[in-house]
Antibody, heavy 122, light 111 residues
Framework: QVSLWESGPALVKPTQTLTLTCTFS??????????VTWIRQSPGKALEWLAR???????YYSTSLKTRLTISRDTSKNQVVLRMTNMDSLDTATYYC??????????????WGQGTLVTVSS | QTVVTQEPSLTVSPGGTVTLTCASS?????????PNWFQQKPGQAPRALIY???NKHSWTPARFSGSLLGGKAALTLSGVQPEDEADYHC???????????FGGGTKLTVL
C-alpha cells in the first residue's frame, strides 16, 4: 500500500534553510503520472500548496514562494527533498508530502503523510 | 494572485444535507480546474474525498458527492453523520503547469 512520511528538523532559526525529506513506498516516482507534492498548514490556517516534482523530473513551485523553494528527488531511495531558504516565523507550519496522480485530465493528491511540524524561532 | 474562497463555517443537523462551495477569483470554476476536496479532523492529516470535480476515491463514503454548481465547485453531504464534523478544504489548479491553490477551508459543525 501507499505510504509517505516526512522527516526533518522540528525547530529552525530565522534566516536558516529548512530541509525536509519525504520518504515513500508503494509507488514509483518514475512511473508515468506519478508526482510528489509538498503542502503546508500554518497553525489554525488554510492549507498552502508549495511545490511538486513529477515522474519526468519536471518541477513546479508556488508563485509566491518560488524564489525560496527547491524540490528534488532520489529515485533510488524513494525520497523527495524540499528545501526552503531564509526561514521566518511565518513559515511555522505542519509540512505534508502527498502522492499526486496526474494524467488523462486527472490531478489528485490522494495519499498524504502524517505531516511534520516545523517551528521557526530563535 | 488567485484566491479560492470557501464558506468559513456551516452548521448542519444529523441526517441533513449540506452543500459546501468553492469559488475562484478568476471566474467560474470549470472542470479544467480539477476540483479536489479534502476532509481534515483535529490533529489529523487531510484525507482526500473527491477529485476531478466529482470522482470519489475508493475510501470515500457514498454520502459525499462533488459537482459544479452556479460557477463554483460544490461538495454535498447527504445524510450527515456526527463523524462528518470536520474542516473541509477545496483545491483548484491553474495555469499551464497546473499549480494548486487551496481555499481557506470550511468548518462543518454537526449539531
Amino acid at each position: 500500500q501507499v505510504s509517505l512520511w516526512e522527516s526533518g528538523p522540528a525547530l529552525v532559526k530565522p534566516t536558516q534553510t529548512l530541509t525536509l525529506t519525504c520518504t515513500f513506498s508503494g509507488f514509483s516516482l518514475t512511473t508515468s503520472g506519478m508526482s510528489v507534492t509538498w503542502i503546508r498548514q500554518s497553525p489554525g490556517k488554510a492549507l498552502e500548496w508549495l511545490a511538486r516534482i513529477d515522474w519526468d523530473n519536471d518541477k513546479y513551485y508556488s508563485t509566491s514562494l518560488k524564489t525560496r523553494l527547491t524540490i528534488s528527488r532520489d529515485t533510488s531511495k524513494n525520497q523527495v527533498v524540499l528545501r526552503m531558504t531564509n526561514m521566518d516565523s511565518l513559515d511555522t507550519a505542519t509540512y505534508y508530502c502527498t502522492r499526486e496522480k496526474i494524467g488523462s485530465g486527472t490531478q489528485s493528491p490522494d495519499y498524504w503523510g502524517q505531516g511534520t511540524l516545523v517551528t521557526v524561532s530563535s | 494572485q488567485t484566491v479560492v474562497t470557501q464558506e468559513p463555517s456551516l452548521t448542519v443537523s444529523p441526517g441533513g444535507t449540506v452543500t459546501l462551495t468553492c469559488a475562484s477569483s478568476t471566474g467560474a470554476v470549470i472542470s479544467s480546474h480539477h476540483p479536489n476536496w479534502f476532509q481534515q479532523k483535529p490533529g489529523q492529516a487531510p484525507r482526500a474525498l473527491i477529485y476531478n470535480t466529482s470522482n470519489k476515491h475508493s475510501w470515500t463514503p457514498a454520502r459525499f458527492s462533488g459537482s459544479l454548481l452556479g460557477g463554483k465547485a460544490a461538495l454535498t453531504l447527504s445524510g450527515v453523520q456526527p463523524e462528518d464534523e470536520a474542516d473541509y478544504h477545496c483545491l483548484l489548479y491553474y495555469g499551464g503547469p497546473q499549480l494548486g491553490v487551496f481555499g481557506g477551508g470550511t468548518k462543518l459543525t454537526v449539531l
